[in-house]
């Protein structure tokens, strides 16, 4: 098959496009055939070793954990799928090594999610991290509806999810970004409030008791989190681990099935969209990780295998 490999840490140079063996496919295991993966700055921070203290890693690796595609074949004892089935997948394994940026991809069943209707292949392969990660972290801090909750970074990949998801709660939503932005968001269903100084006191103008949850999704808004949130208030960071020191819950994704169905279940209920900023085919991949390492895209970075 063919796939993007690097064989030693780097910049996206280092990214080769060439034959790699098929997947073994074990028990309880799919192999699918991809449609589309999408990029995330994990991606290259993995690539670059900045993840090495913390990441068991394989060379030659192929990176990508976001997959979109069609099951090919299924292993032993593998029940819930049959081939031809079309699925989604926060593909992330226990080391870095077959991943996404491939024709081909082998997972465990439990990862995986049947691809939601209303989204085309692009925009389904955008979903499985950023998508997880927001439904996730608002899942965890209980969100209610009726209840208002302020998400740093809303015009980013995780955070235009959860404005949407937390909207489809029956939330009130308040959203950080730039002012170029700020239709981006209303369209999403959030307030939006610019970041930067002054924080604290534009969002307490709109909230002057306070907001019952915040989930920082780009870090660095600690002490503003703190200022605006309620005396029974909840907060999580997915980029700052000192708010484990102020009460609140320090997260990453994990690779759960069955919370990507009711997410993918959200999305066909709710028409929820993922907004696909770029597509490159596979061979241009380093052309994609450039592009994502810019942080100036609104949206997902797809790579498309057909």
Same mark, same amino acid.
């Given at each position: 098959?063919?796939?993007?490999?690097?064989?030693?840490?780097?910049?996206?140079? %280092?990214? $080769?496009?060439? /034959?790699? =063996?098929?997947? #073994?496919?074990?028990?309880?295991?799919?192999?699918?055939?991809?449609?589309?993966?999408?990029?995330?700055?994990?991606?290259?921070?993995?690539?670059?070793?900045?993840?090495?203290?913390?990441?068991?890693?394989?060379?030659?690796?192929?990176?990508?954990?976001?997959?979109?595609?069609? %099951?090919?074949? %299924?292993?032993?004892?593998?029940?819930?799928?049959?081939?031809?089935?079309?699925?989604?997948?926060?593909?992330? #394994?226990?080391?870095?090594?077959?991943?996404?940026?491939? $024709?081909?991809?082998?997972?465990?069943?439990?990862?995986?999610?049947?691809?939601?209707?209303?989204?085309?292949?692009?925009?389904?392969?955008?979903? =499985?991290? +950023?998508?997880?990660?927001?439904?996730?972290?608002?899942? !965890?801090?209980?969100?209610?509806?009726?209840?208002?909750?302020?998400?740093?970074?809303? *015009?980013?990949?995780?955070?235009?999810?959860?404005?949407?998801? +937390?909207? +489809?709660?029956?939330?009130?939503?308040?959203?950080?970004?730039? /002012? #170029?932005?700020?239709?981006?968001?209303?369209?999403?269903?959030? &307030?939006?409030?610019?970041?930067?100084?002054?924080?604290?006191? !534009?969002?307490?103008?709109?909230?002057?008791?306070?907001?019952?949850? %915040?989930?920082?999704?780009?870090?660095?808004?600690?002490?503003?989190?703190?200022?605006?949130?309620?005396?029974?208030?909840?907060?999580?960071?997915?980029?700052?681990?000192?708010?484990?020191?102020?009460?609140?819950?320090?997260?990453?994704?994990? =690779?759960?099935? +069955?919370?990507?169905?009711?997410?993918?279940?959200?999305?066909? *209920? /709710? #028409?929820?969209?993922?907004?696909?900023?770029?597509?490159?085919?596979? $061979?241009?991949?380093?052309?994609?990780?450039?592009?994502?390492? &810019?942080?100036?895209?609104?949206?997902?970075?797809?790579?498309?295998?057909?």
């Amino acid at each position: 098959m063919k796939a993007i490999t690097y064989s030693t840490y780097g910049n996206p140079d %280092v990214l $080769e496009y060439g /034959e790699q =063996p098929l997947p #073994k496919v074990g028990p309880g295991m799919v192999l699918v055939k991809i449609k589309a993966a999408s990029v995330n700055p994990v991606d290259w921070k993995i690539m670059s070793g900045g993840l090495d203290a913390v990441m068991d890693l394989q060379f030659p690796a192929i990176p990508g954990w976001d997959v979109a595609g069609v %099951v090919e074949s %299924v292993g032993i004892d593998s029940r819930q799928f049959t081939p031809g089935d079309e699925v989604i997948s926060y593909g992330r #394994k226990d080391y870095v090594h077959g991943g996404s940026f491939a $024709e081909y991809i082998a997972l465990p069943e439990r990862v995986l999610a049947r691809k939601p209707e209303t989204l085309d292949w692009n925009e389904s392969a955008g979903l =499985p991290l +950023a998508g997880l990660t927001a439904y996730q972290v608002l899942n !965890r801090l209980g969100l209610k509806a009726g209840e208002t909750v302020l998400i740093h970074g809303g *015009s980013g990949g995780v955070g235009s999810l959860g404005i949407q998801i +937390a909207a +489809a709660l029956g939330a009130k939503v308040i959203a950080t970004a730039s /002012e #170029k932005n700020h239709d981006f968001l209303r369209s999403l269903g959030a &307030e939006p409030v610019a970041y930067g100084d002054g924080l604290a006191d !534009r969002v307490r103008a709109l909230r002057p008791d306070g907001v019952d949850v %915040v989930a920082d999704f780009v870090g660095g808004n600690l002490e503003a989190t703190l200022a605006v949130l309620a005396d029974s208030g909840r907060h999580a960071s997915i980029a700052d681990s000192d708010v484990e020191q102020h009460g609140g819950e320090w997260m990453w994704v994990s =690779p759960v099935g +069955a919370d990507l169905q009711k997410l993918a279940d959200l999305v066909d *209920s /709710e #028409k929820i969209q993922v907004e696909v900023a770029e597509v490159f085919p596979l $061979e241009k991949a380093a052309d994609a990780f450039r592009s994502n390492m &810019e942080g100036h895209t609104r949206g997902k970075i797809i790579l498309a295998m057909d």
